[in-house]
């Protein structure tokens, strides 16, 4: 029997409870080219404190139920870039809720260059844990034509004083943006990691209805990745994720009915998590095997993998038969084992 070390993000657990707060363009002094905020949450621009009064709603009712503690999670706009009133409004709510046991933690996402030192010590005062950037890549001539107001090295700057506020920091990539190549995401993706996030998220970019992008596909000045190009250069990026352990808490958006009738083109599809794991971990033991020098399966011997990866290994559609068949694995030749 073989057994092979596997990621630890490929353990099973319990996915922590979220209560996010979807702010679209709030605190935004331009608009990229790719962004559809409003597509891509469901949610429509509203003031601030619109938005907060409806999920105390929320959490009343969780509570009233007895419903557990989560995680807030404040997503879309540029968080440490919101107007002081409704940046004061959010660190109170969050407060307010952390002191009533119904929030456990809480966490932003902002740009690197709309980061300073005196809202970070807000934040961590307020109960935050985490703030993730938006850096979308490190390529400064895919940042400049998409829009982006500041430079690869903001990234590593306000990465280090998040740290040193006492913040933990989490860096989310656009891979397939305009300017963006696959062997461009792999060293965005290796840049990144050399920062020592506690978390990435990959969002391959979409083309969304209403976004100047729109009007550049339409011209022919851009074409997106198709779905194959994508999932392979996510793998990749994943994998080298799991090797570092880093964990990739999210790949694509979450599919909104909004988002869904908004997209015009680019790598969209349902199940595109699964199917990048699913890559990725073929990558992975393919690239075991090369470093034990193991050419194939040695006969008469099974491979041992974990039965909650059984729905997946294969592919879509068993797509990845072929890829396994190389090695000498095939679906007869692996035990699937209980636990981890």
Known sequence: MLH???????????????????????????????????????????????????????????????????????YGGTFTALPPADFFACLNFARHWRERGMIRAVRCSTRPDAVDAERLLMLKDAGFSIVELGAQSFDGAALARCGRPYAPGDTARTTALIRECGLLPGIQLLPGMPGSTPEGFSKDVEQALALSPVCLRFYPCLVIEGTRLAAWWRNGGFAPWNLENAVKALAQGLMRAWQADVPVIRIGLAPERELTHAVLAGPVHPALGQMVTAKALLLYIRNYFAQAEIGRLPKECRLALPGHLQGMLFGQKNNLLSGYAVLGITPDRIAWTKGN
Do not use: M, N, W, Y
Request: glycine letters at 8%; aromatic letters at 8%; a positive charge.
């Open 4 to 74: 092979i070390p596997l990621p630890k993000a490929l353990e099973p657990f319990q996915r922590p409870l979220i209560e996010p707060v979807f702010l679209p363009f709030a605190g935004c002094t331009a608009r990229c080219v790719f962004c559809g905020q409003e597509a891509q949450t469901g949610k429509r621009s509203a003031p601030v404190s619109l938005h907060l009064a409806k999920t105390a709603a929320r959490l009343e009712k969780l509570e009233r139920q007895g419903e557990p503690g989560r995680e807030l999670a404040f």
